[in-house]
């Protein structure tokens, strides 16, 4: 009986001490990485199908310009082969998954050139709406990606402080990889509409 007693007593103390040591937290806030994670993978799928549709309308206009066309749809199928499970955000995966991205909006700047040599496709209204829509999705895959940055410093902080790292040690969890600027980042690309 005084053994049954004891076990009930040190269960209850494991409980209580690993609820207080920062297990919990950080549970959640790695549930939160792998939230604001799929935010950033939903914006690049939405610019992915806004950019197959795009390259649709441009065919109607611009049939000389197949190269360009075969391009983005080559750039667009990289950029939607390349997936990242949340459980492997290190630099190295990040940095993959953003060179396929950046290999698509290099092909949809071609694209968005296209226009300036089909007067009729510059009045068209779909492809104003869609160039619309694309510029908006390019603003929301930034502001995806901030908040990205931001939720995994908060857990990147709390990790490593004491003693939550030794908690964090204890049952694996590890350091998220940020998204990072890319060389020459800090100029704006030149894309005319």
């Known amino acids: 009986m005084k053994k049954i007693i ?4 040190a ?3 494991a409980a209580v001490s690993l609820s207080s040591c920062g297990y919990n937290s ?15 993978q939903t914006q690049y799928q939405r610019r ?8 649709e309308v441009v065919k109607g206009y611009a049939k000389h310009e197949n190269q ?9 199928a990289r950029a939607t082969q390349v997936t990242l499970d949340p459980d492997k955000l290190t630099p190295e995966n990040i940095q993959k998954f953003q060179q396929a991205q950046d290999g698509l909006s290099a092909s949809l700047g ?3 050139l296209i226009h300036e040599s089909y007067p009729e496709l510059k009045a068209n209204t779909n492809f104003l709406e869609l160039q619309s829509e694309v ?11 901030r908040n990205f940055n931001e939720t995994v410093k908060e857990y990147n902080t709390y990790i490593r402080k004491f003693p939550n790292n030794l908690t964090a040690s204890m049952f694996g969890f590890e350091k998220k990889a940020y998204f990072e600027s890319q ?11």
């Open 110 to 112: 071609k694209l968005m």
């Open 48 to 55: 992915s199908d806004l950019i197959g549709n795009l390259v």
């Open 26 to 40: 950080m549970v959640e806030k790695q549930e939160e990485v792998d939230e604001k994670w799929s935010q950033v």
């Open 6 to 9: 004891f076990n009930v007593i």
């Open 135 to 145: 510029a908006g999705t390019e603003n929301r895959i930034g502001v995806a990606r």
């Open 68 to 76: 360009t066309l075969v391009e983005v749809t080559a750039a667009r």
């Open 11 to 13: 269960f209850a103390f």
């Open 183 to 193: 060389s020459g980042a800090d100029k704006a690309p030149k894309i005319e509409f």
